[in-house]
T-cell receptor, first 113, second 108 residues
Framework: DAGVIQSPRHEVTEMGQEVTLRCKPISGHNSLFWYRQTMMRGLELLIYFNNNVPIDDSGMPEDRFSAKMPNASFSTLKIQPSEPRDSAVYFC???????????FGEGSRLTVL | KNEVEQSPQNLTAQEGEFITINCSYSVGISALHWLQQHPGGGIVSLFM???GKKKHGRLIATINIQEKHSSLHITASHPRDSAVYIC??????????FGAGTRLFVKA
């Protein structure tokens, strides 16, 4: 299996622009997580999907952030409008079941100027 | 006080040394996960354990549920082991609490 695939790996954008990050989980995994990593706060859970349904989005910073999972093999995290404080590495991870071992993607490094 | 504490925060070792990284937690858990993150790189799962000990190559992870403590050991350390090691605990449901990480640098 190719593992969790994220795109883009790097994104540089200007404040106010829309950013869309993409994730393809491992086939057969039914849980998907979006995390954000910063130097100051470490890894933070943004949202968790189980069987394509958002279970908890309490970690989503504000209304500018939204996430979707239209099917079992694809999820997006959108930021609109983006702000410099959104600059971070965004990781997608998947697992079999919500307490199964987490498998992380390579991450998407976002820089908002 | 953080629910998951790792020590040390930073560690510099000489190649060949035996290394121990500790993780203490204050919540009830169903499992504990050790992760490795190389500079600028992704996050790789090393071990997931809920009791006892696991070994993979030069890496050994132990957990003591009663004492709420886990250790990650690296035998015969090598410069390629230089990375950040993160302890993560599953508290039930989907909630995972991450430690702040231990930054390891192994000198040749």
């Amino acid at each position: 299996d190719a593992g969790v695939i994220q795109s883009p790996r790097h994104e540089v954008t200007e404040m106010g622009q829309e950013v869309t990050l993409r994730c393809k989980p491992i086939s057969g995994h039914n849980s998907l997580f979006w995390y954000r990593q910063t130097m100051m706060r470490g890894l933070e859970l943004l949202i968790y999907f189980n069987n394509n349904v958002p279970i908890d989005d309490s970690g989503m910073p504000e209304d500018r952030f939204s996430a979707k999972m239209p099917n079992a093999s694809f999820s997006t995290l959108k930021i609109q409008p983006s702000e410099p404080r959104d600059s971070a590495v965004y990781f997608c991870a998947s697992s079999l079941g919500n307490t199964g071992e987490l498998f992380f993607g390579e991450g998407s490094r976002l820089t908002v100027l | 006080k953080n629910e998951v504490e790792q020590s040390p925060q930073n560690l510099t070792a000489q190649e060949g040394e035996f290394i121990t990284i500790n993780c203490s937690y204050s919540v009830g858990i169903s499992a504990l996960h050790w992760l490795q993150q190389h500079p600028g790189g992704g996050i790789v799962s090393l071990f997931m354990l809920s009791s006892g000990k696991k070994k993979h190559g030069r890496l050994i992870a132990t957990i003591n549920i009663q004492e709420k403590h886990s250790s990650l050991h690296i035998t015969a350390s090598h410069p390629r082991d230089s990375a950040v090691y993160i302890c993560a605990v599953y508290t039930g449901g989907f909630k995972t609490i991450f430690g702040a990480g231990t930054r390891l640098f192994v000198k040749a």
